[in-house]
């Protein structure tokens, strides 16, 4: 479990696909270039009103600008450097990929890696054969007790079946690795997908079935049986869904946490063999583990009794294939981002081969690809001047904390120490991860992606009973995000995001105090938002509040959680003001944090803040214009519905104006007259932080 600042990129892009003709194969990449600065007055609408709509004075010409590149769900600021970062890391590995390194060294690696998934020709020319070993393993199987070995096999290859077994942090016990098992195994995002009633969501059930089909009818089925498969694969996920447990839930820790002997758990699900599974799937030894949602294990084994062998099989095959398509000849790719991309989130052409293809190293070999990168982008003192940033915003936090009025004494000193506590991790591992154990080969796409994730579940299911490795990263160096972990208790900056225009040189204090400023006091904020702030200082699971404070916390989320379901994200769809409130909190203190550091680092000269500089703007009004331009962006209708289903983070454009109509200090610095629509009556603010 961790919060991150936006929404992560590669789940709306890991299913876009091209096929590019190989010619494109070592084309020379161009020199990245930076578009976007931090203050960026093109990208408003001075016309507007910032009483009235402040993202519209902020952001109102950014879409006119930077309209949704064709190949991508939407365009904003994290999209824009996500380009950038793509660009730097293309010229990396065209490089590499030319440059016939030894075998062996990171460079081969990264170089072959990527030249594997970018030679279409080979992978076209090899057709289905690359995959056949897999297929013809589920086409053997005769038996129910003969699935456990498969599921475990499909589970160490990430082929998104029936369920997902990790390693984490014990959350009662952050000393500890564990095991986890937790739901998942759909094809569709999110268990309301298939529950809600609707016409688009019917519409987009049935094309799911159909992509469900096309996939069967390529893998050799005659249409009709294709079409009865494909419906008995729905009804299948459909029961999974309903035995799941729904994302606002998910947000309580204590409601993903149910630590099991393992006897007890395999006798409880007898038809998943549990013992078994863990073996076969290359667990260490363990007596207990988390059996994140009970309720969906019991509801599995009685599924995998009464579902068909072909049911399971089919549902097995469609999955896997799913998983593999960019690997697969062309027709794959395209029927996959037919659904996924077209369809799903509205996009109407597949990215480029070659963007895919460094999205696909990165997530492979992240810390290999990511110690260059951070070699040619993030030297000198950038690690140092973020780190005396971020610095300063914790002393926020915690003259933050005195002021409160509603907490006591006795909570807040237990806030402190976990403040205190905080860890903060900058632009990349002080160590670097050991890839000797992964073989690439230049000429085997297919292998190249599943051997990485064997590697990945390997690495992460030999952490179990070790001892935390507290250095460790979850987010690769060229990431454009940033995250707080609640059980390391540590929050994440990766070189990826600390660059413009969340952090510009060339721009004021004021205005890097609204981009960056506000994502670190986003992140810090994470740590007390009514999912971090049942974390203690050691990262453990451990109520350390009164339960006078519980209450006036409580009583302040639920004036968040009032404020943002009064939102429309799209059409006729409110945002979710429960799935959205840590983020939404985090976004709010985190602005505060960002505009109280400024204040402070202008102690001796207050009046300078008022004061216009060469922008046209106060101080104190590029903090918030560097604010709501963190959140310029456009998207498709498509994927607003989608987000306002399975993210926790409001829409860009409310998260923007959510903040501001919460700080008096906004109304101050822009002459907003109370009652007007960004300057409601000081009794309607939220304030949690
Ligand atoms: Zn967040």
């Not at 290999?368 to 005396?388: E, H, I, M, N, R």
């Not at 590029?622 to 310029?632: M, R």
């Not at 989608?642 to 959510?658: E, F, K, L, T, W």
Request: contains cysteine; negative net charge; hydrophobic residues 35%.
């Amino acid at each position: 479990m961790s919060a991150h600042i936006t929404r992560t990129l590669r789940w709306s892009l890991a299913c876009t696909t091209i096929a590019l003709a190989s010619a494109a194969l070592h084309a020379q990449a161009p020199a990245p270039v930076r578009t976007i600065p931090g203050f960026d007055k093109s990208a408003m609408d001075t016309a507007a009103d910032p009483c009235v709509d402040f993202y519209q004075y902020a952001c109102g010409s950014y879409s006119k600008l930077h309209p949704i590149p064709a190949d991508l769900p939407s365009f904003d600021q994290f999209a824009n450097l996500y380009e950038f970062n793509l660009q730097a890391l293309h010229g990396i590995l065209e490089k590499a990929s030319t440059a016939h390194a030894a075998p062996g060294s990171d460079e081969q690696k990264i170089g072959d890696y990527y030249a594997s998934c970018m030679d279409t020709a080979a992978i076209d020319k090899a057709g289905l054969a690359p995959l056949q070993p897999e297929l013809d393993r589920i086409a053997a199987l005769t038996s129910r007790d003969a699935l456990t070995p498969e599921i475990a096999h499909l589970e160490r290859v990430n082929g998104n079946a029936f369920f997902t077994l990790s390693s984490s942090q014990d959350f009662k016990d952050a000393t500890r690795e564990i095991a986890v098992v937790d739901q998942g195994g759909l094809g569709l995002p999110e268990k309301d997908y298939y529950l809600r009633t609707g016409a688009k969501d019917e519409e987009l059930r049935q094309q799911y079935v159909q992509h469900l089909a096309n996939v069967l009818k390529l893998l050799g089925e005659a249409p009709d049986a294709a079409t009865k498969d494909a419906k008995d694969i729905m009804a299948f996920e459909t029961a999974l869904a309903k035995v799941s447990l729904g994302n606002v839930e998910r947000r309580d820790p204590e409601k993903i946490y149910h630590m099991q002997p393992v006897a007890k758990f395999a006798s409880e699900t007898p038809s998943l063999h549990m013992a078994d599974f863990l073996k076969e799937a290359g667990t260490p030894p363990v007596s207990e583990l988390n059996v994140a949602v009970p309720e969906f294990f019991t509801g599995l084994n009685q599924l995998m009794e009464s579902t068909s062998m072909d049911t399971l099989k089919n549902y097995m095959r469609v999955h896997l294939v799913d998983s593999v398509s960019s690997r697969l000849p062309h027709v794959f790719d395209q029927e996959n981002f037919d659904f996924y991309g077209r369809k799903l989130e509205g996009v109407p052409e597949q990215q480029a081969r070659w963007k895919r293809c460094v999205d696909a190293t990165d997530s492979g070999l992240g810390e290999v690809l990511g110690k260059v990168y951070v070699a040619q982008y993030f030297s000198g003192d950038s690690k140092a001047k973020t780190s005396a940033a971020v610095k300063q915003i914790e002393a926020e936090m915690g003259r933050d904390l005195d002021q409160l009025t509603w907490m006591s004494p006795v909570t807040k000193t237990k806030a402190h120490e976990k403040l205190n506590a905080i860890v903060d991790k900058i632009g990349y591992p002080n160590k670097w991860r050991d890839y000797s154990a992964l073989i690439v080969k230049r000429d085997d796409a297919l292998g190249d992606g599943l051997r990485a994730r064997e590697f990945e579940s390997t690495y992460q299911l030999n952490k179990i009973g070790k001892p935390v490795d507290k250095g460790e990263w979850d987010l690769t160096p060229p990431t454009v995000n940033a995250n707080y972990d609640p059980s390391m208790n540590t929050i994440n900056f990766p070189a990826g995001i600390l660059q413009p225009v969340f952090y510009d040189k060339t721009a004021s204090d004021a205005t890097n105090y609204g981009h960056i400023g506000s994502v670190v006091g986003h992140e810090l904020t994470h740590g007390f938002d009514d999912e971090g702030r049942k974390f203690d200082a050691q990262g453990n699971l451990k109520d350390w509040w009164t339960a006078e404070d519980t209450k006036q916390f409580e009583q302040r989320t639920s004036c968040l959680v009032d404020e943002y379901s009064s939102f429309v994200a799209v059409d006729d769809l409110h945002v979710n003001g429960k799935l959205t409130l840590g983020e939404n909190t985090a976004d709010n203190g985190g602005l505060r944090l960002a505009l109280m550091a400024l204040v402070a680092n202008a102690a001796h000269d207050h009046t300078a803040l008022d004061t216009k500089t060469s922008t046209g703007y106060t101080p104190k009004q590029e903090l918030f214009l560097g604010w709501g331009q963190n959140w310029c962006s456009t998207e498709r209708p498509e994927m607003l519905r989608m987000a306002v289903s399975v993210d926790p983070h409001s829409p860009d454009r409310i998260r923007a104006n959510g903040v501001v109509v919460n700080m008096p200090e906004f109304r101050e610095a822009f002459g907003c007259k109370v009652g007007q629509p960004m300057a409601p009556a000081p009794e309607k603010m939220c304030r949690v932080w």
